[in-house]
């Protein structure tokens, strides 16, 4: 069983940055896979970035060129940088994980994942 735990989330105006981290705990292997997603308000949740358990990032074209995922696999922690944050951006942002005895690809797919965090509130203000 892993247990996340998200954090670095806070408020900030427009332009700003922010790094989020999420933790995990309980793991057994190294062959763990984790994503990032996001709710805003009203919406649906969906995904943002994505890393593989040989640490290959994936992301989505809509925020690559602001949001970078990486992971220090060694603590098994996982990170999002966000620069230039707009108002848009403002959501609960989840850290999702897998952990397979095998090569974990990653997912933009919600079900893929069985262990989520408890979320970090963004909010940017214009």
């Known amino acids: 069983q892993i247990h996340l735990v998200e954090s670095g989330g806070d408020s900030v105006q427009a332009g700003g940055s922010l790094r989020l981290s999420c933790a995990a705990s309980?793991?057994?292997?190294?062959?763990?896979?984790m994503g990032w997603f996001r709710q805003a308000p009203g919406k649906e949740r969906e995904p943002i970035a994505y890393?593989?358990?040989?640490?290959?990032?994936t992301s989505k074209d809509s925020v690559a060129d602001r949001f970078t995922i990486s992971r220090d696999s060694g603590k098994m922690i996982l990170y999002l940088e966000m620069d230039s944050l707009k108002v848009e951006d403002t959501a609960t942002y989840y850290c999702?994980?897998?952990?397979?005895?095998?090569?974990?690809?990653?997912?933009?797919?919600?079900?893929?994942?069985?262990?989520w965090g408890q979320g970090t509130q963004v909010t940017v203000s214009s």
């Open positions: 890393i593989d358990s040989d640490d290959t990032t």
């Open positions: 999702a994980a897998e952990e397979v005895p095998r090569f974990c690809s990653g997912s933009y797919l919600e079900q893929y994942y069985r262990f």
């Open positions: 309980g793991w057994r292997t190294r062959r763990i896979c």
